[in-house]
């Protein structure tokens, strides 16, 4: 610092740190450059400045040199700290060029002169994020290489070439995030108008201004920016695309100043959502001016396209709408001011009709009201009183210190602060505009009228004194000859005068003293004056009389005389001692005007039977009783009616109201409370029971019947019959009982089997019908007829078989026996299956070489032997109609408990357990079979081999919607590869369906594996055997089993059983390594009470890969999940049925 003085001059401001330091003006070019001023400021020499001239100065951040001699050294200088930016201007100064790289500062500003012609390289420059280069011509140079992007944010030259700018990097638009994390209380940002932005915010509420210049895209919904901080938004260069659907897309903060500039809008602003200013320079808006409904200080709409004309609402806003098409008359509002020029350019530009610079203000009626005498604080309304309260001068010299806005153009809240009112009644306010100007009186809070002289003349009075008027039309105002009560008109008048006239005739009688009454509004002053005509009556009385009670001013002798403060009339006479009127007993009130008269009195003495007066109305004699009373002397109790949805008491009509009981009495065709509710008898039935009584229910809003399952028809008098078992004759006929429900009146009833009668029919119960069956064989259709009612149990009757055949008859004698008492084969010879088709292979160890497993999300069942996989589960249980149609569906594939047990040969049990419609319960029994041994179910004999599954399931308590409904099941199976590595056992999937008298098989077949199935025909129902039907459907790639259920009311029970089987031909091992895969979804019907059975057996394998002989070592054993898959997939779907009470077992 030792040779700076000598060089120039230094301020003596500057001391240690030479800067200047604002850290709230922010100003961005670019959202990525953000500075703040530090300012070293230079003066005056001719001496060139070195490095170590600023080396005494460490902490500066920024340099700025003026008309100085820079030396090319301190150009090219890196100082030790960071420098933010330089500004070298060397004015009238050389300089040397820029042919060595710039030092590392990130805003270079180059000014100089002398440089011209000379050629600058980019790689000198490109350290720089600003660089400015003015008053030479130059040359540049690109030597950076393309792949190099150079991150330049602003580049100002003058250059004599373009140079390649390819790797110059543009403004990165994903950055605008960033934009978020600034706080300054202002922000302007400017982006290039050439480019569409995201529309963006800050996100903290510390901004205070933010102006933006930027074209933005489009957006996809209302923008609100109601919670933000912003004094002022100011968005300069919109664009067209900034609109939704034609409108501001914006809705700006409270009281925020808001301007929008060159948009493209169609739809008129919402100013119920703009609350402050609100400006839109060039926006389009090529629409009618609508009527003004918002709350704000100034609307500015210039150089847009609005046309129609002015409403008077807008003249609750400063209106600023120059150069736009409007037509018509301008309002008073703003034409009163039109003599400020300003304010007369704010509407130039259009074409009304009365746009007249000296159009004058023929309404102006300003109002001052005092609200607090310490601020000198008044709030202002009036007629056409503007829009600028520093025209308001008070005592002709003061302007307000604050103006609060309450309704622009109407009310205002000044505040005169350090201003001196003279008089402690009144003051004055000087309006200097409109003009002229006219200077107004205004009292002091309410004052009354104080007349200090009155002269009477043959038609006039002429009264002098103060607090008269400037209360310009606010107040009713009025003079009158008491005695007499003759008006006298007012005709002219002012805060200090009045001149009224009257009709002499009118007070041709009065004699002194005669009173008259000056008043305004409810402020009344009473003097008196002798009426003598030419008389001055103008002597002043102490005080006005206002320190002495019920007083007035004799001004004709300036005395205060005693008097009533009201005309007593000729109902009453005045009290010279009260200073009270005293009325007759028919009259009350401070003139006695007001009739009075007694109310009645009560039972208990008292007046409207209360110690209440005021519910007496002593003008009318009429009490006003209490919510709970009436009467003429309010000594009835009252209770409110019911009031019905049509707002009338008990509902109007025909119904009755007991108001002292509270109670409706409704009509025959009406009930309830409030008798809103219509009431019709239901039919009565043969019982001369409403609805034949029983668990029937009547509707008496619409007279209909609501029958128990059991019965139909209007009066709930028919059986509504169904079928839930039969227990049929062999295939010679004979006796078969139908068990269900028949009821007890029987109207022509018949009985189908197929088309053939069965009859006679007799009547066991109402549970049980029988009847003579027709010989014959297979499966019919039932068809009930009794009371015009129609009963129909699709493939219900199966005729028993006398001798029943075995499948395939066993295959052949060397393989199996058949026993045709029930159909099953005993197989011989180491065969096995159901046909004793198969041959067990020892080898395996009686391992099933299954895998089984339980897919909890379909509840379905998996058995795998490391190559193929078969699935079983259920998929919906249905309610059919009698026309065949769903009118219930449940998907039967989750929801299950389970529990699990062991019974007293230590097999495994287990218990799920589901419920549905709240009451129906579904139980699924699965019980592991480790050894041989037989079973019996509905009356059917059968045998389970070691390591088959049994199934039991239950379901109880099912409601249906009709009682000539019944349900169905839907049962898939599918097969697919599990391992593709071997494959010399592939083989197409094979179906085949077996069906015997007493039992359906069915072998579904993939790659030498075989799932056996074995359903009994027949179902627990009602605690009854019966038949059970099921449909199978092949579509190719699918086979759907629909199990057709009976109607049952307490439990339906079934009892299914299931294998795997491995056929002979079956090789462990395979050379070829290809592989494929199927997948046949197979649904096998279950009958409700059927059985069925699958077991796994190997045969005819020499060699067992080593995981196949093994146990699963899983910590599930092989039953358990082959129950917990078959549960969750029968299980799930065999909510069919209901089943016998007492079962399942604990």
């Keep these: 610092m030792k040779r700076i003085p000598k060089k120039k001059k230094i301020s003596s401001a500057v001391r240690k740190y030479l800067y200047f330091f604002r850290p709230v003006n922010l100003f961005l070019l670019f959202s990525d450059l953000v500075t703040i001023l530090n300012t070293l400021i230079s003066g005056y020499n001719n001496q060139s400045i070195l490095p170590t001239d600023l080396a005494c100065l460490p902490n500066f951040s920024r340099i700025f040199l003026q008309n100085l001699n820079i030396s090319k050294e301190l150009v090219f200088y890196q100082f030790p700290q960071t420098i933010y930016d330089v500004t070298y201007n060397y004015e009238n100064y050389a300089c040397s060029p820029i042919d060595q790289k710039l030092p590392d500062i990130p805003t270079f500003n180059f000014n100089c002169k002398s440089i011209s012609g000379t050629t600058i390289k980019i790689s000198h420059i490109m350290k720089q994020r600003v660089f400015n280069l003015k008053y030479s011509y130059v040359y540049f140079e690109n030597d950076v290489i393309a792949t190099h992007n150079i991150s330049m944010s602003t580049f100002t030259a003058t250059s004599l070439n373009f140079a390649d700018f390819s790797n110059f990097q543009n403004f990165v638009i994903s950055s605008i995030q960033n934009f978020s994390t600034i706080k300054s209380n202002s922000l302007h940002i400017e982006h290039d108008t050439g480019i569409l932005y995201p529309f963006y915010i800050p996100l903290n509420n510390s901004t205070q201004l933010l102006s933006m210049a930027a074209l933005f895209e489009k957006p996809i919904s209302l923008i609100n920016l109601s919670t933000y901080g912003f004094k002022q938004l100011h968005l300069l260069h919109v664009g067209n695309e900034f609109n939704l659907n034609g409108e501001i897309p914006i809705i700006p903060p409270l009281s925020c100043d808001f301007l929008i500039f060159y948009g493209n809008f169609n739809v008129f602003p919402n100013f119920s959502i703009i609350t402050g200013s609100f400006s839109s320079y060039q926006s389009n808006f090529s629409i009618a001016l609508p009527p003004y409904s918002g709350k704000g ?162 038609n006039q009075l002429i009264i002098t004194g103060e607090l008269f008027s400037s209360y310009m039309g606010y107040s009713n105002q ?75 001013c004799d001004l004709s002798q300036g005395i205060c005389v005693k008097s009533c403060k009201n005309d007593c009339g000729i109902f009453g006479e005045c009290n010279d001692q009260t200073g009270e009127c005293d009325c007759d007993s028919n009259h009350q009130g401070p003139n006695c005007s007001i009739p009075f008269m007694q109310c009645p009195t009560g039972s208990n003495s008292l007046i409207c039977s209360s110690a209440d007066y005021n519910m007496c109305n002593n003008q009318t004699g009429i009490c006003t009783c209490s919510q709970n009373q009436q009467g003429q002397d309010c000594s009835l109790p009252f209770k409110q009616c019911p009031v019905g949805s049509d707002s009338l008491i008990c509902s109007g009509g025909n119904n009755n109201c007991n108001n002292q009981t509270g109670v409706c009495t409704c009509s025959s065709s009406q009930q309830g409370q409030d008798c809103s509710l219509p009431f019709k008898q239901c039919p009565v039935g043969l019982d001369s029971l409403i609805c034949s009584g029983g668990n029937n229910n009547c509707n008496n809003q619409t007279g209909i019947c609501y029958c128990d399952s059991k019965f139909t028809n209007i009066d709930c008098s028919k059986p509504n019959q169904y079928i839930s078992s039969v227990s049929p004759s062999n295939t010679n006929g004979g006796e078969a009982s139908f068990f269900g429900w028949f009821g007890d009146i029987h109207s022509n009833p018949s009985l189908l089997i197929g088309n053939q009668q069965c009859q006679p029919i007799t009547y066991n119960s109402s549970i049980e019908i029988r009847c003579i069956a027709p010989p014959g064989n297979g499966v019919y259709d039932i068809t009930f007829n009794q009371n015009d009612i129609m009963y129909k149990l699709r493939n219900g009757y199966s005729y028993l078989e006398i001798f029943k055949n075995c499948p395939n008859n066993c295959t052949n004698s060397n393989q199996g026996n058949c026993n045709t008492s029930n159909g099953e084969c005993n197989c011989i010879n180491n065969y096995y299956s159901f046909d004793c088709s198969l041959k067990r292979n020892n080898n395996t160890g009686g391992n099933n070489g299954g895998n089984p497993s339980i897919d909890p999300s379909t509840g379905g069942t998996n058995i795998t032997d490391n190559q193929v996989n078969f699935q079983i589960y259920f998929k919906n249980l249905f309610e059919i109609d009698f026309n065949g149609n769903i009118v219930n569906q449940y998907s039967l594939q989750s929801n299950w408990t389970l529990n699990k047990t062991k019974d007293s040969q230590e097999n495994n049990i287990y218990k799920l357990t589901q419920i549905i419609q709240q009451s129906c319960e579904i139980i699924t029994l699965i019980e592991e079979v ?35 409904n019944t349900l169905q099941l839907q049962l898939i199976s599918s097969v697919d590869n599990e391992n593709e590595g071997s494959d010399c056992n592939i083989k197409q999937v094979s179906t085949n369906e077996t069906n015997t008298s007493s039992f359906k098989y069915i072998k579904i077949s993939k790659d030498n594996r075989v799932l056996q199935g074995r359903f009994i025909n027949q179902i627990l129902s009602d605690g009854r055997p019966t038949y059970l039907s099921i449909d199978v459907n092949n579509n190719g790639n699918s086979v759907i089993a629909t199990l057709n259920l009976p109607h049952f009311v307490n439990q339906s029970i079934i009892d299914p059983d299931f294998s795997v089987l491995l056929e002979t031909d079956f090789k462990s091992e395979c050379d070829n390594k290809n592989s494929r895969k199927w997948l046949i979804p197979v649904a096998v019907a279950v009958p409700i009470v059927g059985l069925c059975s699958i077991g796994v057996i190997l045969d005819g394998i020499e060699t067992l890969p080593e995981q196949v002989s093994k146990p699963s070592t899983s910590g599930q054993s092989i039953i358990e999940s082959v129950f917990l898959s078959i549960h969750n997939a029968i299980v799930d779907n065999l909510l069919l049925s209901h089943c016998i009470t007492g079962w399942p077992p604990n």
């Excluded at 622009?408 to 350090?418: D, I, P, Q, S, T």
């Excluded at 009112?421 to 205004?442: D, E, G, L, M």
């Excluded at 009688?509 to 009173?515: E, G, N, Q, S, V």
Aim: net charge neutral.
């Design 478 to 552: 009025s003079v009158q000859f008491e005695e007499t009560s003759t008006n006298c008109t007012i005709k002219d008048g002012n805060f200090f005068n009045i001149t009224c006239e009257f009709v002499p005739s009118s007070i041709s009688t009065l004699t002194y003293p005669t009173i008259i009454k000056i008043k305004n509004d409810n402020l009344i002053r009473r003097v008196i004056v002798n009426p003598l005509i030419g008389q001055l009556n103008q002597i002043p009385c102490p005080n006005n009389c206002d320190d002495i009670s019920n007083s007035i």
């Design 930 to 964: 480790s050894t041989s041994k037989q079973y019996s179910f509905a009356g059917s004999t059968f045998t389970l081999d070691a390591g088959s599954i049994k199934l039991t399931i239950s379901i109880s308590n099912y409601i249906y919607k009709s009682s000539l």
């Design 297 to 458: 200080a100034m609307v500015s709409l210039i150089n847009n396209n609005l046309f129609g004309t002015i409403d008077e609402s807008w003249c609750n806003v400063n209106l600023v709408i120059y150069n736009n098409k409007l037509t018509g008359k301008i309002p008073s509002c703003f034409t009163c001011y039109f003599s400020v020029a300003s304010f007369f350019n704010y509407f130039s530009g259009n074409q009304f009709t009365n746009y007249n610079q000296s159009i004058g203000c023929s309404e102006f009626a300003p109002r001052f009201q005092l609200l607090d005498i310490s601020t000198k604080t008044f709030r202002v309304t009036g007629i056409n009183i503007g829009f600028n309260s520093r025209y308001w001068l008070l005592n002709s010299v003061d302007f307000p210190y604050s103006t609060n806005v309450i309704s622009m153009g109407y009310e205002y809240v000044v505040m005169y602060l350090f201003a001196i009112i003279p008089n402690p009644k009144y003051f004055n306010v000087t309006f200097v505009h409109p003009a002229p100007s006219r200077t107004i009186y205004f009292p002091l809070g309410d004052q009354f009228p104080n007349p200090t002289g009155i002269k009477i003349t043959s």
